[in-house]
């Protein structure tokens, strides 16, 4: 029991694209419709030459009510459905919500459909039973696995963490040139600077711009026909300097601060004039480790 209420506390991703909510409905709505129209549970062959109409109907209201309920309830109630406190049991009592709405339209809108060509009715009860077996028996499997998924992820997370934190005390251990000299993909041009002295660099097209700090403070600009891969592994020695995102690469010691959420987290810093966007594949515990 201890193990079940443990997992059901276990932080589970709620994706706030209303794109990801088409997509998740359209599934279950096709899901729902492809099954009953093929294998015919529940005595479905009673509807005879009706069959395709009918799966078709409870396909099409599956989706919009599974729409309705993944849309509107976060508009509602933002508070409760914060992405940093989501969790599996969270999830879990959502799908039982959406099965028992989409349960009751069904049922309604199946008995006037079935008054209407004098087909044999299902009582509410059954009817809902049959609801529940089709819609949450594969979501409670897709969600299992893709909790799972998340947590194996979690876990190579927190390892390569600790090879990071490894890495960093062998730095530490090694004596690194501060003098850096980072050369351009044709070898014609160079640029040279303090490893203390870089903030952060950025690339525009096929040009990386370095951000050094100066005497006084302020921001020089340096631009290199380079690409960030290239300087990321000229640089991976410095675990002070980070890949945060796709066409970031910042010194971690001129960061003040993290915001953000678990959709986007952005690194804050005095000497720069705006915030850092980081990568998802980072967490909030090791972008903290960055700044320890």
């Not at 390569?160 to 530490?172: D, R, S, T, V």
């Not at 903030?199 to 370095?210: K, L, R």
């Amino acid at each position: 029991m201890n193990n079940i209420i443990a997992w059901l506390k276990t932080p589970y991703y709620f994706n706030p694209s209303v794109l990801f909510k088409l997509k998740t409905s359209l599934i279950l709505g096709s899901f729902v419709f492809i099954f009953l129209y093929v294998f015919k549970p529940f005595s479905l062959d009673s509807v005879g030459e009706y069959l395709l109409e009918y799966t078709s109907g409870i396909g099409l209201f599956s989706f919009v009510g599974a729409f309705i309920v993944l849309f509107i309830p976060p508009l509602v109630f933002p508070n409760y459905f914060n992405e940093d406190k989501w969790t599996v049991g969270k999830n879990i009592l959502l799908i039982f919500i959406a099965i028992f709405f989409i349960g009751i339209i069904l049922w309604y809108c199946s008995s006037i459909y079935k008054d209407n060509r004098t087909l044999k009715k299902i009582s509410f009860p059954l009817f809902m039973l049959y609801t529940f077996l089709v819609g949450a028996i594969p979501v409670f499997f897709l969600i299992y696995i893709n909790e799972k998924n998340l947590r194996i992820k979690r876990i190579k997370r927190v390892a390569e963490l600790k090879n990071f934190k490894i890495k960093k005390q062998l730095a530490k251990e090694n004596i690194l040139k501060n003098k850096i000299l980072i050369h351009s993909d044709n070898k014609k041009e160079n640029i040279c600077f303090d490893i203390d002295n870089l903030v952060y660099i950025t690339s525009q097209g096929n040009y990386a711009s370095f951000y050094l700090k100066k005497d006084n403070g302020s921001l020089k600009e340096k631009i290199l026909r380079v690409t960030l891969s290239k300087i990321e592994s000229e640089l991976e020695d410095y675990t002070k300097v980070i890949r945060c995102h796709k066409s970031y690469i910042v010194n971690t010691n001129f960061i003040d601060d993290i915001s953000g959420n678990a959709r986007g987290y952005l690194l804050k810093s005095t000497i720069i004039p705006f915030d850092i966007p980081v990568s998802r594949s980072f967490s909030k515990q090791s972008l903290m480790s960055f700044l320890d």
